[in-house]
DNA sequence: AAGTACCGCAACCGCTCAGCT
DNA sequence: AAGCTGAGCGGTTGCGGTACT
C-alpha cells in the first residue's frame, strides 16, 4: 500500500496548461486567492487539475512579478555561490533572487550554468581566458590566510562573494582555478554551516541550521550554537580582524530574534572595527553574549558600510540588554 | 526532405515536514 | 502521542523545438 494519491488522477487533466485554463486560474486566485488550500481550489476555480498541478503553475508561471528569459551574470553569482554553499536548496537560493523560481533556477543549472562552468576548456599557460561571468581578468592569487580566504568569499546580497578582488568561491571539475578553489576548501566547509540573509553572512547551528535559515524575514529556528570556533579553529580572530581590515567598518552581531528589527532591539553584541576590540576571542564573544537574554545563537557580519542599522551606530563594543 | 539526436523547459512524482485533530 | 492531511520541495520525466546528418 503505497500513499493515498493527492486527487483522483483518472479525473484530472494532465499536460501543458491551456491559456484558457491558465486565464481561470489567474483570475479565480486573483479574485479570491488561493484560500490556502490547494486541493480544493481546481474544483472552485472550475478547472480539471490536480491541486498540485495549480500550485505549480500559479508558482512557476502566473503569479505576478515572475522573471522569465536569459540570467545575468550577476545571477549566475548568486547562484552558484549559493550552490556551492548550501547545495540544492533551490528554494533557498530562489529566495535570492527576486522574480525567478525554484524550478527555473534548478532547471537553469541543470541544463547550462553547470555544463557553463564544468565544460570550460582548460585554458593553455598563455591563455588567460576566464570563466564567462567572472569579472576578475587574471586567476585570483592563493590566499595566504583564512582571513583572505573570508575576504575572498564575503557575501552581499546584490552580489554574492562578488568581493573587492572580484574572486569567487566554489569550486566544479577542474579548471585553471581548481587549485585556487581547492584552496578554499576548508572555508567552504565552513560555509556550509552559513546561510546569506538580507546583506547578512550568518553563521550558526550546523548544517540544521543553514538549511532552515530560510524565512524571508530572516529567522532561523534551528540554529542552537555558535559554530565559527568549531568551523574555522583559531584562525576565528584572524578572520574577525582581517574582515575589519578588509571592510574598514564591521559589526559582529548576535543575537537570537526572529527579525532583524527585533534583533537589533534587544540582543546586541557589537564588536567594532578598534583593532584592540577585534582580538576577542570567540569565547569571550560567547561571554558576552552569554550575558545578554539569548537563547539561540546567530552570528551575523554585518557590513557596516553597506548598511546601516536604525541607529547608525557601528563601532562600539558592549550588550545592550532589554 | 526525412530521420535522428539533443536540448530546454514545463510538469509530474514521491518524499518530508508541519499543523491539525 | 499518534495518525492524517496538505503544502512545499527536490529529483525526474516527457514533450516540443531545434540542430545535425
Known sequence: MGRAPCCDKANVKRGPW???????????????????????LPQKAGLKRCGKSCRLRWLNYLRPNIKHGDFTDDEDRVICSLYANIGSRWSIIAAQLPGRTDNDIKNYWNTKLKKKLMGLSIPSSNN?????????????????????????TYCTTS????????????????????DYL????????????????????????????????????????????????????????????NYEETHQKFILDYGSSSTWADHHQKTNVYLGNNNQELQYDIQEVKQLIGSGNNDNGNLFF?????????????YYLGSELN
Open 302 to 314: 554585518h557590513d557596516a558600510e553597506n548598511k546601516t542599522d536604525e541607529r547608525g551606530m557601528y
Open 128 to 152: 588567460n581566458q576566464r570563466l564567462p561571468f567572472f569579472p576578475s581578468p587574471i586567476a585570483p592569487p592563493q590566499p595566504q590566510t583564512i582571513s583572505s580566504l573570508f575576504r575572498d
Open 182 to 241: 581547492q584552496s578554499q576548501e576548508r572555508l567552504v566547509n565552513s560555509l556550509k554551516y552559513c546561510t546569506l540573509k538580507d546583506n547578512i553572512l550568518m553563521f550558526g547551528g550546523g548544517s540544521e541550521a543553514a538549511a532552515s535559515c530560510s524565512s524571508s524575514d530572516g529567522s532561523c529556528s534551528y540554529a542552537k550554537e555558535i559554530k565559527i570556533k568549531e568551523e574555522i579553529g583559531n584562525d576565528c580572530n584572524y578572520l574577525i580582524s
Open 18 to 40: 491551456s491559456p484558457e485554463e491558465d486565464a481561470k486560474l489567474k483570475e479565480f486566485i486573483e479574485k479570491c486567492g488561493t484560500g490556502g488550500n490547494w486541493i480544493a
Open 159 to 178: 552580489s554574492v562573494c562578488n568581493n573587492n578582488n572580484n574572486n569567487i568561491n566554489f569550486s566544479l571539475g577542474s579548471n585553471q582555478y581548481s
